[in-house]
């Protein structure tokens, strides 16, 4: 994996095939990770006007989720590592295990690069993205021994023609206590904040955070934002600062 360094620091953005960097690491900082960051489709798989489709919304990556952790990298001075493959390619927050960690039909369509997907390519896309970016946060882990790891998503206002009106959710599965301080911190920034949900940590849904907070034996917590609030990068930047406060506020 090759990164730009200066100072045997690692410098603001660097991006290799599977990963972006952004910040710097620094002890006791707050990693941030984004395992939907991208709706990039690399080579050499190829799309179709209806995986163009597909890509675009929900199902290619989590809109304004890039975003949103760049900023909050920038406002706390701390460090991220994003995803740069779409997660129609691979998605890095499942188990490789797990069906849907290639998915093939969304429901809204058949992903055309996913339809002859054998043993031998499952191997190939979890060597180039799935273990490069779970390197690069065990990398981040060792280095700066965060206060917190991070994992940041959004979802979407609208499922299964049922609209939601929660507007951003903290998922955990140990961790109560301080994930409960966030959503109170996120209230008390306007939001119409919950605990677990859209989707629930105590289920297995929040796969990254866990698998890396646990091991390192550092906190982890996951962030869900609604998608119409950072759908863009003003609405993003803007969120990033309520954020950062409802973290400052609760401790983080």
Known sequence: ?????????LDRAVRTDAVEFTGRPRPGCIL??????SRR???PLRTTALDRQLLAMHWGYDIGAAWLTRELVRLGRDTGVLARASR???DLNRNPLEETYILRDTHEGVVSFNTTVDAAEHARRTARFFTPFHEAVRDRLALTRPRLLFSIHSYTPVWRGQPRTVEAGVLF???DEAA??????LRAE???AEPNEPYSGKVGLIYSAALHGQAAGVPYLELEVRQDLIATR???VAMAARVRRALTASGW
């Open 1 to 9: 994996m090759v990164e730009t360094t200066s100072g045997g620091r």
């Open 32 to 37: 941030y990770t984004c395992e939907h960051a």
């Open 41 to 43: 489709v690399p080579r």
């Open 88 to 90: 129609l390619v691979a």
């Open 173 to 175: 599965d140990q961790h």
């Open 180 to 185: 409960l301080r966030l959503v109170e911190g």
């Open 190 to 192: 306007g939001l119409r």
């Open 234 to 236: 003003p609405l993003a």
